[in-house]
Every structure is written in structure tokens, then in C-alpha cells.
């Protein structure tokens, strides 16, 4: 998770927290062993209860037993990139041995409705009481709560960010026909607002686990994005949505004018126009906009906002690339052909298509499997045979991240947020203490131990007692809000030497639960 900074009062700004989740397809090789992958994931030993010593977390995911990644807690989108890039080489590393691995959203190949889908979730935190209070009086038209309004405010910016966030894909439809499409998640969006993320997806997802002890903040969870290889993409996608988020809680503007008469149909239609001037039903202006129409009109929304409140150098820089890919967008979508997801990987398959004489409009079997392995090895972690990262090599791909910044995200957590002192606990209990690890979980707010109710330690006095039954306890040291605060850390530095001092203690204590114990889900 990541935060960037929104108006507190009139101008002062607040942090914000986003993360990104992603889950990875894989493809195995030869020789692989489905119930050994298990037991081989599951007895990595870089890990405390699935988190990492940088902050992350690392699992299995379920039902699909995919790998999966979550960043860290952070407040900065370049941070948040590292980490995401951190997960890459983690991944990698860690199975490289087994399959290979693609960071995309869509299994391949096989007609459309028989394509599997994975997830590239965003985690924002949202000042939910502050959007509720700004907005109550805005577009009356829409009633309800604030994360279903949020169809007006936000959805047609998210139907419409996929021109300069959409990763590509060639798709063969239910009709047998294969095209290529901007985004690879558009046509797996059912419905404008809802909680499902398996099966009727929602472009405004429903989900508040804040996962936070205080009330003040909730989560924002979106499923409709792309997992992104350009930085620039990926840039885009949690600046500008991060800018957004920041003028709906302060109740900037009446989205009446660009509210969408379909979202759902709309984010297809803009996914299937690789000129992105392919238009949509605006109900509020009774006119047709464009993808690039309705992000021009976000766009000049926060040139406004900025004019009277503080701004970071980040936003600015966010607003400067927001300006500069729209404007080539209009232009030629092509100018971007090593800036942004969706284009390059176009590039490659025109490329393909022009040396091997095919006519992407009427592609063979033969020809349209050729360019789905185009389409997925873009993907591949593997930095020897991925396109990506060949295409990264030869300097034809704007990069922002550098590669200090991703080994220290490898290593090392977030320094501002509570993710420091959950890596630090996990780096300190794996390097001095592996024989103690069964005894303690660790979750995104809190690390728990038991103990024997008849033992002894001072450390019950710094932890938040639970009865579990006449015998046992369980002691919860909590990681406290996202952000990192000074009795966080001071309790923290308690907890560690009454480690040091009490081994023995902890040796006794019962066993947890197993491994693949899960608080959260």
C-alpha cells in the first residue's frame, strides 16, 4: 500500500497509502510437480507467516494457488514502483527453478470466454468521512453511499485511464475473431459497482478492509487496472487516480458532465479503439466524449484544484506526464511506442506482422498463436528471454525506477510506515531467532504470539491480553495505523529485547496454528 497527500482544511495536504497486489500467471516446466511446488513454496525460508523482511507479503493465492505479491505500505509512487519491482525479482528468484513466470492478468491462449483472469488490485487509502461530508450536496442524482457515488466521480476517469494504463493483449473473441485490445481487464468488468473480484467484476470494487485499528481511515480497492511493465504506466495509473481520489474527498467538482451513461460498455468500446478516439455516452453533457475528452477534463480539473493548494513535487510531476501523453494520444498513439504498455507491445506485433507478412485483420491459427507468445513473453520475469526486459536492456523503453531504488526495496522496507517495523521483526526474528518463528503470526496491523497462562514475562504488559480458554492467552503487539508512529517504534525496541532475554519462555509455548494460517483473507 501507498500514500500520497490530499487537502487537509484548505491547502495543508494528508498522506496516502497505496499498495498494489499482484498475482502471477505460470507456466510450468518440464518436469514440474504440482504438489512439490506446494511444499517447495511453502518451505521457503525468506518469509515469517507469508511477509517478507522488506514489508511485502508473498503467498499462494486462493482458489488459483497462483503466486502472489503485495507491496509493502508506502507514500510515495515511486516507492511503490520499487516495490512492485522488488516483488518481480523476488518471485523469480524464488521459482524460477519450477516455471516460468508472467506478470500479466490473462491466461493464455484459447478463445475468450475460456481465458482465466488475474488480478492487479490497487489499494488506496481513502479519507472516507471527509468524501462523504465534501460530496453530500454534488450531483444529488446520485443517492447512496459514498463508495457506490463513486461510479459518478471516479468511474468514468477509470473507464477512461486504460489509453495511458491499458498493458495490450491479443484476443481471440467468443466469434473466433483475434484483435488486438488496449486493456487486458476492460472486457472482464461486469458491472459498474459490487464486491466480486472472481466472476461478476466491478469497475468500482466494493471492498473496505482497512485493515487499520483506527476508523478514520478505509481502503479503496480497485480490480480494474492492468499489472503494468513500463514505469511510465504504472506511474500514471497510481498518480493520476491518487490526484483524483484527493478531489473527490475534498469535494472539488460535480461530475455530472462526464458521468457515463454505461460504464461497462464503455470500458470495452475504449478498449477496442487503438486510436482511443473512439467515442462514449456522457448523460450529464448529452454528448459523445472520447477516452482522451474525459481525461483532458480530469486533467484541467486538477490544474485548477493545484492553482490554490499545495502540491507535491510528485503531483507536479504526475501532471506534467499526464499532460505530455495525452497530447501524443490526440496526436499519434504511436509517438508512445516506448513510453507506455499498451503501444510498445503493439509496436512489437506490427513489427512481427510486417516481417512475416501477416495481415492482422484475417490471422491464421498459426499466425494469431504467433502473436500471443509476442503478447505473453512481453510479461516474462525471466530477465534473459522477457521482452520487456530485452527491450529495457537495449535503452527502447522509458525507464524511471532505477535499479538502486529496486535493490533497496528488495531489502529493505519503507522507512514512514508501520511495514518498517513489521520487516524489521521478521528480518530480526529469521537472522537471530529462526528456532522461535512457529510461535509468532504476522499480519498487516499486527504480529500475535501465545503463551502459557501459567508462564511468565513481562512482556504480557506491553501487548493487548485476549483470553482464548483457561490455559492459553494470546498477546497482540499492535503494528498500530499505517503510518509510523514514535510509540510504534519505542514498543517495538521492548518487544525485541524481551525477546532477547526470554528465549526460553517462548520455547515452551504452545504451537500456532499452521503455517498457511491466515487471519485475513
Known sequence: MLF??????????KKRIIGIENEYRIQALPGFDKSRYKVY???????????????????????????EYCTPEVTTIREVLAHERAGDYIVWESLKDMMEIFRRNTSQPGLFYKYLASGCHENYLFYLDEAIKS????????SGHILARLVAFLGPFLVSRQIFCGAGWWLTNEDGRSYFNISQRAHFMKRDYGGDTMQNRAIINSRNESLCSSSNYSRLHLIVGDSNMSDLSGFLKLGTTSIVLRMIEAGFFDPQDIVLVDPVAAIAVISDDLSCKATVQAGGLHRSLSAIDIQE?????????????????????????WQEVLDKLRRDPMLLKEEIDWVIKYNLICRYAEKHGVDLDHCSDEESEALRVIDTH???????????????????????????????????????????????FISFILKNHADLVRYFIVNWDAIRYNYRANGFSRLIHEF????DDESVKACVFNLGDPFLSTETCNNFQVLVEEIESHQEFFKSMIPTPSPDHRDYE
Not at 500520497?4 to 495536504?13: C, P, R, T, V
Not at 528488495?410 to 510506515?417: A, E, F, L, Q, R
Not at 493487548?464 to 483470553?467: E, V
Open 4 to 13: 500520497l497527500k490530499i487537502i487537509q482544511g484548505e491547502n495543508k495536504m
Open 41 to 67: 513454496f511453502r518451505g521457503l525460508k525468506i518469509s515469517l507467516n507469508q511477509f517478507l523482511s522488506n514489508g511485502a507479503r508473498f503467498y499462494l493465492d486462493f482458489p488459483s494457488e497462483l503466486p
Open 135 to 142: 460530496t453530500a450536496n454534488i450531483y444529488p442524482q446520485m
Open 297 to 321: 477534463w480530469y486533467l484541467n480539473k486538477a490544474r485548477e484544484f493545484f492553482e490554490c493548494r499545495e502540491v507535491s513535487e510528485e503531483e507536479k510531476e504526475v501532471i506534467k506526464y
Open 378 to 424: 512481453y510479461h516474462s520475469l525471466n530477465p534473459e528471454r522477457g521482452l520487456y526486459h530485452k527491450l529495457l536492456g537495449a535503452g527502447k523503453i522509458a525507464k524511471l525506477i532505477s535499479d538502486k531504488e529496486v535493490a533497496l526495496a528488495i531489502k529493505s522496507p519503507p522507512t514512514d510506515t508501520r511495514a518498517k517495523v513489521r520487516g524489521d
Open 464 to 467: 493487548q491480553p485476549n483470553q
